[in-house]
């Protein structure tokens, strides 16, 4: 065999090679696709990042906020906390302790607000226990009611709200009663269920000190320290003005 003869076979035996090559990879590419497409299980799509609550509120909006909500006596005092409850709620059971020693500490610079904040998707008797809250307020026993349902959240569903309430001090039942059928009691729960979507809230409890959030991670030291900052800047204003 001439060498012109060997170099012809040595490039034809080297075409031969690379198109063997070439199909192989176009083989194991058209299997990883046909894999990609037809045989991995689908993944599940990734939900988009809700909205995280504002970590303040603005002054305009904190003030139609506080327009709304229940308070416990005057809402203009030195520090002011709102706190979106739900009744069936154990974290807000576990926080109502803390709460109560903080408006008794202090007192007449702290003005406290409730907003009702239901959660329906897993608590089926938040919205009761809130329209419950909203009627029991009316005979001055808001705060016994709300300690009644906190401390007997495993009773839902089995004793009545009405025995509740007559536990709680609420002397007038039909009253009670009447009020929580009415479409009043459900308009104030709904009014604070539309500020808890408007605030962009997923859980209770939720609270703020004029107008800041407090974080979830940190509520039960972040109270106390939101309302002594509250106080201190509002004691540093008053001397600014002397």
Known sequence: MS??????????????????LVGVTATIAVGALFRQVFLTPPQPATAAPRALSQTLIPPDEWNQL???????????????????????????????PQLSRLRAEYGRRLSFGIAYFPLRDIHPYAYPAALSAVCARLQG????IADTMYRRQESFGTVPFDSLARFAGVSDLASFKHCRESSQARAM???DLRWASRLSLDGTPTVFVNGKLIPAASVDAGIQAAIIQA????????RRLQ
């Open 3 to 20: 060498d012109q003869s060997r170099v012809s076979a040595i490039v034809t035996r080297l075409l031969d090679i690379t198109m063997i």
């Open 141 to 144: 026993r808001l705060l016994d």
């Open 189 to 191: 729960v709904d009014r």
């Open 231 to 238: 106080l201190d800047t509002h004691s540093g204003a008053l």
């Open 66 to 96: 506080k327009a709304a909500v229940t308070w416990l006596g005057p809402a203009d005092r030195e520090a002011q906390v709102v706190e979106f409850t739900d009744f069936q709620c154990p974290y807000c059971a576990a926080l109502e």
